[in-house]
Nanobody, 112 residues
Framework: VQLQASGGGLVQAGGSLRLSCAAS????????MGWYRQAPGKQRELVAT???????SYRDSVKGRFTISRDNGKDTVYLQMNSLKPEDTAIYYC???????WGQGTQVTVSS
């Protein structure tokens, strides 16, 4: 499996970013996908998941602000992040939920 996350950057508080993660080497459409993040000095945490059928779940701190989605035709999962806060600053990773493999993440920095 290979996962390539992109779309991170520097944004002011209240701004938006859209992360993308292109997957290869797996039958993408049958796998649940997740976005995770790791802030400096903190443990990696689950942000959002989407099942093969499109059901989604979110950690409480991002509910109503983040939206996870997928395009099975492009083997890509997305994370739309709105109303960003400084505490959202982290490296964001995508992952196939059932496979222990971490690709390269993408840095998101939110300035106050």
């Amino acid at each position: 499996v290979q996962l390539q996350a992109s779309g991170g950057g520097l944004v002011q508080a209240g701004g938006s970013l859209r992360l993308s993660c292109a997957a290869s080497g797996i039958p993408f459409s049958i796998h649940a996908m997740g976005w995770y993040r790791q802030a400096p000095g903190k443990q990696r945490e689950l942000v959002a998941t989407i099942t093969s059928g499109g059901s989604t779940s979110y950690r409480d701190s991002v509910k109503g602000r983040f939206t996870i989605s997928r395009d099975n035709g492009k083997d890509t999962v997305y994370l739309q992040m709105n109303s960003l806060k400084p505490e959202d600053t982290a490296i964001y990773y995508c992952k196939v939920v059932s496979i222990y493999y971490w690709g390269q993440g993408t840095q998101v920095t939110v300035s106050s």
